[in-house]
């Protein structure tokens, strides 16, 4: 399974490094995105990284302030979020998927989440 951790509150203009935790052997068999949720909204995209860590997008509501690395040795994938705005205020989720997508109904396994903060 996946376990986000890195969250927390933060003042316009701050950074934060959210990780991506998995457990097992296949880690580097999956895709990883991370996608982001306010209430009343739909999940949608922010990055995402294919297996080995070459090929990566960004969405472009924050693309050149994130960025999205993997660690396969650590079964661990991050996004560093830089320059942050209220708007960026969401739940974060990791969620891998053995496709390459931006599309939050294709990835079959998420985690919990974990919860930004952008104060103004």
């Known amino acids: 399974h996946l376990v986000e951790s890195g969250g927390g509150l933060v003042q316009a203009g701050g950074s934060l490094r959210l990780s991506c935790a998995a457990s097992g052997r296949t880690f580097d068999t999956y895709h990883i995105a991370w996608f982001r949720q306010t209430p009343g909204k739909e999940r949608e995209f922010v990055a995402t990284i294919d297996r080995g860590g070459g090929i990566f997008l960004i969405d472009a509501a924050v693309k050149g302030r994130f960025s999205i690395s993997r660690d396969n040795a650590k079964n661990t994938v991050y996004l560093q979020m830089n320059s942050l705005k209220p708007e960026d205020t969401a739940i974060y989720y990791c969620?891998?998927?053995?496709?390459?997508?931006?599309?939050?109904?294709?990835?079959?396994?998420w985690g919990r989440g974990t919860q930004v903060t952008v104060s103004s």
């Open positions: 969620a891998a998927s053995f496709t390459h997508t931006t599309d939050s109904s294709r990835p079959s396994i």
